[in-house]
């Protein structure tokens, strides 16, 4: 079954510690992207990468790092410098550089900060 | 800067009433827009682009060019319409630049 997986569904963290959310792809896409998503301001792109090994800073990448090291995966890390993380968080992929291509999304992590 | 606006954060109808989602845009290059919705406990999915000039579930959405736009259309609204719809931009870098959302609400 072919598709793209995050996990865990809920985290929960305490403040002043790093976290990571996985992203995996079976969809043998090079581009993958992580989204934070808020009430009310909708998807706004975090980080991003192309291609393995290499990744950009989104809209809003501070307090969060990547690493593109396999092409499936896509692990993003919320670290203590974020200082507002609570939020549900999205990670997508999508062949590269085609116009008009498709992004297939996971079901989302919803992190908590207690 | 591209930028995406979606004015309403809720659109509510009745079954069988048109629906229009607005969508404007900003951006100086070549725009490749989409429409994306997200049903109920399901997973954010795309619903149509405008390069294929398709109508799925009923729905349409035109490029204009001039008034930069690209709404979502429906003549009739059924109840399984009932879900958050977002509008995005595909830019140069190839990241989608999403706007805040519309919740459309169907009532019966």
């Known amino acids: 079954d072919g598709g793209i997986t995050q996990s865990p569904k809920y985290l929960f963290r305490k403040e002043g510690q790093n976290v990571t959310l996985s992203c995996e792809q079976n969809l043998n896409h090079d581009a993958m992207y992580w989204y934070r998503q808020d009430p009310g301001q909708g998807l706004r792109l975090i980080y991003y990468?192309?291609?393995?090994?290499?990744?950009q800073k989104g809209d809003i990448a501070e307090g969060y790092s990547v690493s593109r090291e396999k092409k499936e995966s896509f692990p993003l890390t919320v670290t203590s410098a974020q200082k507002n993380p609570t939020a549900f968080y999205l990670c997508?992929?999508?062949?590269?550089?085609?116009?008009?291509?498709?992004?297939?999304f996971g079901q989302g992590t919803r992190l908590t900060v207690v | 800067a591209q930028r995406v606006t979606q004015p309403e954060k809720l659109l509510s109808v009745f079954k069988g009433a048109p629906v229009e989602l607005k969508c404007n845009y900003s951006?100086?290059?070549?725009?490749?827009l989409f429409w994306y919705v997200q049903y109920s406990r399901q997973r954010l999915q795309l619903l149509l682009r405008?390069?294929s000039r398709e109508s799925i579930k009923g729905f349409t959405a035109d490029l204009n060019k001039g008034e930069t736009s690209f709404h979502l259309k429906k003549p009739f609204a059924q109840e399984e319409d009932s879900a958050m719809y977002y509008c995005?931009?595909?830019?140069?870098?190839?990241?989608?630049?999403f706007g805040s959302g519309t919740r459309l609400q169907v009532q019966p």
């Open positions: 997508a992929s999508s062949q590269r550089d085609k116009r008009d291509t498709e992004a297939f």
């Open positions: 990468s192309q291609i393995v090994n290499d990744f």
């Open positions: 951006y100086s290059g070549s725009p490749e």
């Open positions: 995005a931009l595909k830019t140069g870098r190839r990241a989608l630049t």
């Open positions: 405008h390069i």
